[in-house]
């Protein structure tokens, strides 16, 4: 069951706030735990950003529907798994956001995330500045990765299958080839996050 403590948007499914120690921070994807027990609760982009690369450094298999739901087990037989479904499916991303997450993205390490005059926060690096509006809607849809205490942002794992739903589209690629997209772009997370 979810920490009693979260909090979900009017509609039950634009965003979730999840309790942490230092306050509560928007919710990247729901996680399942399937097996002797079940188990579920919600991860910041950072934190399943963290899981999904110890699951790739212990050769555990990852495997991605085209809804962009993820299941993670030791192997193929297993019957342990782990479920991380995004809170808000790839396909909703806009041309506006994928362009912020491509332009967060190249900034790569440089990137911050800064409060504004108003107490609303803002992305930023050298040149690179996103106004608030636009970071909050990032931030609902945990789509950036914030490593906390640091102020640090990179796309997450969930921004990055976004990308490749919107890279897909324009595109006009098989459906079929969302799972494989959505694996390639959550496997290349950067390794020092």
């Known amino acids: 069951m979810a920490h009693p403590g979260t909090k979900y948007s009017e509609d039950g499914k634009t965003c979730v706030r999840t309790p942490r120690p230092w306050g509560y921070e928007y919710a990247a994807f729901k996680e399942s735990h399937f097996g002797d027990d079940y188990d579920t609760g919600f991860l910041t982009g950072w934190e399943a950003d963290n899981l999904i690369a110890r699951a790739v450094k212990r050769r555990y298999c990852v495997r991605i529907d085209v809804m962009g739901r993820m299941s993670i087990t030791r192997s193929l037989s297993s019957q342990r798994r782990i479920a991380l479904d995004p809170v808000r499916v790839p396909a909703t991303v806009t041309s506006r956001q994928f ?34 509006g636009a970071t909050s809607v990032l931030r609902r849809r ?24 919107h890279w897909h589209e324009s595109e006009r690629l098989n459906r079929r080839l969302l799972p494989g997209l959505y694996l390639d772009a959550a496997l290349s997370l950067p390794s020092a996050h």
């Open 99 to 132: 362009e912020d997450l491509r332009l967060i993205e190249a900034a790569g390490n440089r990137v911050r995330i800064r409060p504004a005059e108003d107490g609303a926060a803002r992305i930023e690096s050298d040149l690179l500045r996103i106004p608030p």
């Open 142 to 165: 945990g789509w950036i990765s914030e490593t906390p205490h640091t102020g640090r942002v990179a796309v997450s794992a969930a921004g990055r299958m976004a990308m490749a739903w």
